[in-house]
C-alpha cells in the first residue's frame, strides 16, 4: 500500500520491535484494541543479539546497523503522518551492558526507545495474538525469540484480568544458541550439543496448571508453517491459526537437517537470515510441544510487534 494512500487513513498506529535478530515495523489501523486492518509489516534482519552470550555486549557494528535499520522503518512512519508511534527493544538491548549506547544513539535523532522487560514483552505478545486467534482460555502461548523465549499462561475462565496472566521469560533465543553452538559451521556435533542443552534447558520449565491448547508465535512457528504450506510468498492470512502437527514439523526439521547451509535455501519458505536460525528454533518448538505434552500446536503470526501497535 503506498504512503499517499495510508495518510489519507485515520486511527492508524506505528509500532517498531527492536528484536535480537530483526527489526519490524507494523502500520496498522486498531478498532476495539484489536487490529482491524494491516497497511504496513516490514522486517529487516540485524542480528543484534550476536555476540552477546561471551562478552555481555552488543558489538559496534550490530549497533550501527540496527540504529540505520531504526532510522529506516521510523521514517516510514513518518513519511506516513503516523503521530502514534511506539518503538520497544527486548532481550538483546535490555540485556548487554553497553545497550545504553544504541538508546542514546536514537535519541541523539529524535527517536526515543524502550527498553520493555520480559513480562511486559508477554503481555504484549498475547495483546498481538489475541488481534487473530479468538477463545484464548487456558492457553499457552509462546514466541520463541533471538535473545529469549517468553511464555503467556492464560486461566481457564475466558474472562479474566490481566493480574491473573502468567508470564515467564527465559534467556533462550536461536541467535544465542547458534552462537554459543557455532550451528553456522553446520557440524554434526555441535547441533547435538545443542539439542542436549536446549531439551534439559526446557525441561525445567514448570507451569502448575496445565493448558488445554498451545499457540506458538514468532519467526520459526511461521517459517515451519510455510514450509509445511510451500508458500513462496509470505501470506499472514495462511499463517494465522494454522494447526501443525508435531509429526509434520519433525519431518520438516529432518529435511533441513539433510540439507546443507549453503543449499537451505532451495527449500521453499525459509528466508536467507534465518538458514540457520531454523535448527535451534525446531529444536525449541518440538521441545517445547513434548515437554507440555502436545501434538499440535496452533500457529500465530500476530505477536509482539502486532501488541505494540495495539498499545501505541
Given amino acids: 500500500m503506498s504512503i499517499n494512500t495510508i495518510k489519507r487513513n485515520s486511527n492508524l498506529s506505528a509500532g517498531i520491535d527492536i528484536g535480537s535478530n530483526a527489526t519490524r515495523l507494523v502500520i496498522a489501523s486498531i478498532q476495539n484494541s484489536k487490529i482491524d486492518k494491516l497497511l504496513i509489516n516490514e522486517?529487516?534482519?540485524?542480528?543484534?543479539?550476536?555476540?552477546?552470550?561471551?562478552?555481555g555486549?552488543?558489538?559496534?557494528?550490530?549497533?550501527?546497523t540496527a540504529i540505520k535499520t531504526?532510522?529506516?522503518?521510523?521514517?516510514?512512519?513518518?513519511?506516513?503522518?503516523?503521530?502514534?508511534?511506539r518503538i520497544v527493544a527486548t532481550s538483546a538491548v535490555r540485556e548487554a551492558s553497553n545497550g545504553n549506547i544504541l538508546i542514546e544513539k536514537a535519541k541523539k535523532m529524535g527517536i526515543n526507545i524502550e527498553i520493555i522487560s520480559g513480562e511486559e514483552e508477554a503481555i504484549l505478545t498475547l495483546l498481538g495474538v489475541k488481534s487473530v486467534i479468538e477463545n484464548l482460555s487456558s492457553t499457552l502461548i509462546f514466541d520463541i525469540g533471538g535473545g529469549s523465549t517468553e511464555f503467556i499462561l492464560t486461566p481457564k475462565s475466558s474472562i479474566y484480568n490481566d493480574d491473573e496472566i502468567i508470564c515467564e521469560s527465559y534467556k533462550i533465543g536461536v541467535v544465542k544458541l547458534a552462537d554459543m553452538f557455532n550451528i553456522h559451521?553446520?557440524?554434526?556435533?555441535?547441533?547435538?550439543?545443542c539439542q542436549k542443552y536446549v531439551d534439559e534447558y526446557i525441561t525445567n520449565i514448570i507451569?502448575?496448571?496445565?493448558?488445554?491448547?498451545?499457540?506458538?508465535?514468532?519467526?520459526?512457528?511461521t517459517t515451519i508453517t510455510q514450509i509445511a504450506l510451500n508458500l513462496k510468498h509470505y501470506n499472514s492470512n495462511q499463517l494465522n491459526g494454522h494447526i501443525l502437527k508435531i509429526d509434520k514439523i519433525e519431518e520438516i526439521y529432518s529435511k533441513i537437517l539433510k540439507t546443507p547451509l549453503n543449499k537451505r535455501e532451495s527449500l521453499i519458505g525459509i528466508e536467507t537470515d534465518r538458514l540457520d536460525l531454523i535448527i535451534p528454533g525446531c529444536m525449541l518448538l518440538i521441545s517445547i510441544m513434548k515437554k507440555f505434552n502436545f501434538n499440535e500446536v496452533t500457529v500465530s503470526d500476530y505477536g509482539l510487534r502486532h501488541g505494540v501497535v495495539i498499545s501505541a
Avoid: C, W
Fill in 70 to 85: 531504526l532510522k529506516e522503518l521510523y521514517d516510514i512512519a513518518i513519511e506516513a503522518n503516523i503521530s502514534n508511534i
Fill in 207 to 221: 507451569f502448575e496448571n496445565k493448558p488445554q491448547m498451545l499457540v506458538a508465535t514468532a519467526g520459526t512457528a
Fill in 185 to 193: 559451521n553446520d557440524r554434526k556435533e555441535d547441533i547435538l550439543k
Fill in 57 to 64: 555486549k552488543l558489538t559496534d557494528q550490530h549497533i550501527n
Fill in 43 to 55: 522486517k529487516r534482519s540485524t542480528r543484534l543479539a550476536t555476540g552477546i552470550h561471551k562478552s
